[in-house]
């Protein structure tokens, strides 16, 4: 079983910048692909942003140029460095690992709540 654990949401003004953490509770991280989900009220889960064990990173339109993922495999630990956010930005973000044979997400986080004022 691998634990997830977000930390790093808050409330911040549009143009600020946030860095979430998602520490793993596993002994190598490697196998994992991972990633970060979001959840607006009201809105279905939806995908932001992957990394892959080899570092290949994919993002949805909404954040390429504003948000980078990223992952120290050493700590366990994944990171979305979230740039220029906007109001829309706001939402649940939760971490997610999904191993390299698996053909679903097999962990996800709690969840860290982003808020971002206009």
């Known amino acids: 079983q691998v634990q997830l654990v977000e930390s790093g949401g808050g409330l911040v003004q549009a143009g600020d910048s946030l860095r979430l953490s998602c520490a793993a509770s596993?002994?190598?991280?490697?196998?994992?692909?991972m990633a970060w989900f979001r959840q607006a009220p009201g809105q279905d889960r939806e995908f932001v942003a992957a990394?892959?064990?080899?570092?290949?990173?994919t993002y949805t339109n909404d954040v390429k140029g504003r948000f980078t993922i990223s992952r120290d495999n050493a700590k366990n630990t994944l990171y979305l460095q979230m740039d220029n956010l906007k109001p829309e930005d706001t939402a649940v973000y939760y971490c997610?690992?999904?191993?390299?044979?698996?053909?679903?997400?097999?962990?996800w986080g709690q969840g860290t709540q982003v808020t971002v004022s206009s």
């Open positions: 990394i892959s064990s080899r570092g290949g990173t």
């Open positions: 596993v002994r190598d991280s490697n196998p994992y692909t």
């Open positions: 997610a690992a999904q191993y390299f044979t698996s053909t679903q997400i097999d962990y």
